[in-house]
Each structure stands twice: as C-alpha cells, then as structure tokens.
C-alpha cells in the first residue's frame, strides 16, 4: 500500500468518525425536545438498576422459586411503630367532677381518669440502598411518634423519616447502617396480565413471609378509594395486613411493586385481589422526596371526567375516548391555553388518553413548566392545544325556598328553584354563580341513578345555559323523553362542575 493510499483511507475514516460524532449530537437534542417536557424522578439515589427485562423460563425453575427468593429477602424488613393516643374525653365518669360527690370523697378518684395510651401497629419495608434508605407506605408509619426497624438478621435500628407523600401512599426512612442487602430496581412499565410476581412481607407480626401470584391486571385505578393517585398492580398474590410496604418482585427477583392494599369484600381476610404501587412511580416519589423534601407534581387547574358512551354520543363522538373537562379553574395553565368546559382532551404528548385517571398521572409526572400538546375535541372537530403546566398549589381549592316544578320526561322526579345570593353563599359557590338549585330528588328517578343530588346548581341542559326555573323547564320539555346531558356545580367545591348523562327509563 503507497503513502497516498494511506493517506486516503485516513481521510475517510476521519470523515466517518465526525459524521457518526454529529449525528449522535443531533439524535440526543432530538430526543430531548421530542419528550416535551422533564418527568420528574431521575436516579438521584445509588440504587441498583436492573437491566435484565427478558421473560424466565417456568421450566428452569425445577425447584420452585427459592432461587429467586433467596437473595431477596434480607432486603424486606419489619417495621413497628407506636404513637400516644389521648383519651377524647377528659374522664371515664363525668359525675367525679360534681362538686356534691368531690364533697365527700374528695379527690381519691382521681386516678381513674383516664390516661394516654400507647398505640402499636406492623408493617414492611424495602431496603433500597446498602446505607439504609427504606420505602415503606405513608399509612404504616402515619402519626407514628417512634419507627422500628428489624432486619433479617434480627438486627434493630430506630428509623428517621425523611419524608412522605400520602397522596400516593409512600414514604421514606432511613436508618444508621451501612453494606445492608438490597434489591434490583425493576422496570414496572414492562408488566403484563399474566406474569409471575412473588410478594415479601411480615403479615400479623409473624415473621417475614413470600407468596406467589400472577399480575391480574395493571395501570388500576380505584376512584381515588385508596390513593389520590392511583395507578395499581393488581395481583392475587396474598397481601395480607402487616404486608403493607413489602416487595412485589419478579422472576429476575427485581423490585417492580411496594405492596399496598388488599380488598376484602367486607371479611377482612384475602380475598385474591391486591395492590402494589408500581415501582416507577414509587421511586418518582422517593426521589423527589429525597432531592426536594416534597412531590412536586404538575398542574394543568381541569376536573377530568371519563368519557361514558353516553356523554360520547350528547358530544359528537363515535366511540368513547378522551377525557372530558368537567370545570376549568380561573387562571391556571388550563384556562391561559384556552381550555373550555365541555372539551374532550383525546391525546397528550401523542398518547391517547382512556380515562380521567390517566390524564392525572401523566399531568402530576410532569415538570412544572413543561409544555404539554393537546389534541382536543370540540364543536365536532379535533384542534390542538399547547398547555405550559405550573406548580400543583400545596392545597386543593376548597371545596332554599319553595321547592316545585317537577321535571318531565327524563328528568322526572326532580325539584329545582330559583339560585338567590343566599343560597350561593349557603351552597359555598361562588358569587355569580348561575343556575337552578336541585331542592329533591326523587330516589327511584332516572336523574337519582345518574347521580344528581340535592343542592347541586343546574347550569345547563343539553349544552344550553340554564338561569332561571323558566329556562329550565324548557329546556328538558324540548328533550322530552331522550337523554339529558346537564351540566351541575357540586356544593362546597368552591365552583368545580361535572356533566353528568341522565339517561330515561323505559
């Protein structure tokens, strides 16, 4: 090979390294802005992240799962706490306090007041880092004044907390230790109906305990029954009290879930349905609360309501999708971008939106400041919405006369009168607020089973603005016996509104 040769091919791989340099360049700035926006939960902990995502074979495990176990767990510790009740009353037998009956016997029964007492409660844990960074839930350390903590090797160690955030029911100790077992992060997005999980635990306070289950169903939510974020694996794998805080893990021995909650059907005992937070948005949490001291969440200032086929067809819609907007609050991000009452968000960032529940995970696992992009149904036509979110406030906003015209039709068996200022400020609406005030509802009524309630304030009927009884009694005679879509403000809620499909009975 001559000089100039070499020369050449020198040249060319020189040209073939910068261009691979750029294009890696311009691919990270790509994925950067095409994410639109920072989802809060970076790794700020030395966790341990588990890499290995590819399903296990049943038939390598010939003798069942101790393998798996094994190594897991040490990580899953006991957790006992107590706290100091005070009697509610400040005695047992109010007539000891009778200055008749302190004539005779003085004070000699003063002990029988009654004292403060000592409350215990069990729990588990997960540890997470080798120097003692725990996750546990909120409601197992809740109120507690001392938090104890029992390892495997039946050390112990009196806990801090750090931190906690009730509304996803998590929370974070520490305790003084170092080179202490842990477990792999798993990756809870990679879930299916189906797989395999083991949850580790210490129910009753009898020692630490494993059981086995499948992944009956993810990404659950329950109406806000347990969290007000919710966003569940649900497993029949038993959970039973004092699991709560303990591993979920899979077949890799991965820590995909914290164990959270079971249902019992009014028994008490398991039932085969049970809920672990996913691991994901645990560890979001965790971070957060480790980095800030607090969850900082997105806010977007909407009420989401699920799309049901009825309110799909009274707005346009083939199928239902999307998520209605019930009520937009008074400048907040939703309201600045031109969100309306009424408008259904089909998609955010591309991903379709199913369900209320959906729209407030990926709104509070958003960074205050990003910029989401909406497509939007309104008027029968989809648009696009740009909302730039804020700061999720600490609190959420807080929340008579003659009784005639009974509805017709399918609104039947409801009573409503005319809103005056009093009643806005009894009701604890806002001032201005218009409408007609529901006085009675009658219970076997087709708008009882829809869900109207007395002291909601009807505000429209079928889209059109309802001010006064007249108004409104045209308006549900022109809908005669067909389904009512109507529009309410809920009392004490400080003017949050929902739609609400009063469909007839035949």
């Known amino acids: 090979m001559n000089s100039s040769e070499l020369r050449i091919r020198r040249w060319v791989a020189t040209i073939v390294v910068l261009a691979a340099v750029a294009g890696g360049a311009l691919l990270a700035v790509g994925l950067r802005h095409w994410s639109s926006g920072s989802v809060y939960g970076a790794a700020s902990l030395p966790v341990t992240i588990a890499h290995d995502?590819?399903?296990?074979?049943?038939?390598?495990?010939?003798?069942?799962?101790?393998?798996?176990?094994?190594?897991?767990?040490?990580?899953?510790?006991?957790?006992?706490?107590?706290?100091?009740?005070?009697?509610?009353?400040?005695?047992?037998?109010?007539?000891?306090?009778?200055p008749f009956f302190r004539q005779f016997f003085g004070d000699q029964f003063g002990n029988l007041r009654p004292q403060p007492q000592r409350e215990m409660s069990l729990g588990s844990g997960v540890i997470i880092t080798?120097?003692?960074?725990?996750?546990?839930?909120?409601?197992?350390?809740?109120?507690?004044?001392?938090?104890?903590?029992?390892?495997?090797?039946?050390?112990?160690?009196?806990?801090?907390l750090i931190g906690t955030d009730p509304q996803t029911d998590i929370a974070v100790l520490k305790i003084n230790a170092t080179n202490l077992p842990t477990l792999s992060i798993g990756d809870s997005s990679k879930l299916q109906?189906?797989?395999?999980?083991?949850?580790?635990?210490?129910?009753?306070?009898?020692?630490?305990?494993?059981?086995?289950?499948?992944?009956?169903?993810?990404?659950?939510?329950?109406?806000?029954?347990?969290?007000?974020?919710?966003?569940?694996?649900?497993?029949?794998?038993?959970?039973?009290?004092?699991?709560?805080?303990?591993?979920?893990?899979?077949?890799?021995?991965?820590?995909?879930?914290?164990?959270?909650?079971?249902?019992?059907?009014?028994?008490?005992?398991?039932?085969?349905?049970?809920?672990?937070?996913?691991?994901?948005?645990a560890r979001n949490v965790m971070n957060q609360i480790v980095e800030h001291g607090k969850v900082i969440r997105g806010y977007m200032g909407?009420?989401?309501?699920?799309?049901?086929?009825?309110?799909?067809?009274?707005?346009?819609?083939?199928?239902?999708?999307?998520?209605?907007?019930?009520?937009?609050?008074?400048?907040?991000?939703?309201?600045?971008?031109?969100l309306k009452r009424g408008d259904i968000i089909l998609k955010i960032n591309g991903k379709e939106m199913n369900?209320?529940?959906?729209?407030?995970?990926?709104?509070?696992?958003?960074?205050?400041g990003a910029t989401l992009d909406l497509t939007v149904w309104?008027?029968?036509?989809?648009?696009?919405?740009?909302?730039?979110?804020?700061?999720?406030?600490?609190?959420?906003?807080?929340?008579?006369?003659?009784?005639?015209?009974?509805?017709?039709?399918t609104m039947q068996g409801v009573q409503v009168q005319n809103l005056t200022p009093d009643m806005t400020d009894e009701l604890g609406v806002p001032s201005g607020t218009r409408g007609v005030v529901i006085t009675s509802v009658d219970p076997a009524s087709a708008a009882a089973a829809a869900g109207l309630q007395r002291g909601m304030i009807i505000q429209e009927v079928n889209h059109k603005a309802v001010s006064d009884v007249q108004q409104y009694r045209q308006a549900v005679q022109s809908a005669d016996d067909r389904p009512v879509l109507v529009l309410v403000a809920i009392p004490n809620q400080n003017g949050l509104t929902n739609y609400i499909v009063v469909e007839p009975v035949h």
């Open 378 to 409: 309104r008027d029968n036509r989809t648009m696009d919405v740009k909302v730039m979110l804020m700061e999720k406030p600490n609190e959420a906003a807080q929340n008579r006369g003659e009784g005639e015209n009974n509805g017709p039709g």
């Open 355 to 368: 369900s209320a529940n959906d729209l407030r995970l990926l709104v509070a696992q958003t960074a205050p």
């Open 302 to 338: 909407l009420l989401p309501q699920d799309v049901t086929p009825e309110i799909a067809k009274q707005f346009g819609l083939n199928q239902p999708e999307g998520v209605l907007v019930g009520s937009v609050d008074r400048d907040t991000p939703a309201s600045k971008a031109g």
């Open 193 to 281: 109906v189906g797989d395999v999980v083991l949850a580790i635990g210490d129910p009753f306070g009898i020692g630490e305990t494993a059981t086995m289950g499948i992944v009956s169903a993810t990404g659950r939510g329950l109406g806000g029954q347990i969290e007000q974020y919710e966003d569940f694996i649900q497993t029949d794998a038993a959970i039973n009290p004092g699991n709560s805080g303990g591993a979920m893990i899979n077949l890799h021995g991965d820590l995909v879930g914290i164990n959270t909650a079971i249902l019992t059907g009014g028994g008490g005992g398991n039932e085969g349905i049970g809920f672990a937070i996913p691991i994901d948005m």
């Open 53 to 98: 995502n590819s399903p296990v074979p049943l038939g390598s495990l010939a003798n069942g799962f101790a393998a798996v176990l094994k190594p897991a767990l040490p990580a899953v510790v006991n957790i006992h706490t107590s706290k100091v009740v005070k009697p509610k009353g400040n005695e047992t037998m109010p007539f000891f306090n009778d």
């Open 130 to 160: 080798s120097d003692g960074t725990i996750l546990t839930n909120n409601h197992v350390i809740n109120g507690a004044s001392d938090i104890k903590v029992d390892l495997a090797d039946k050390r112990d160690f009196t806990a801090k």
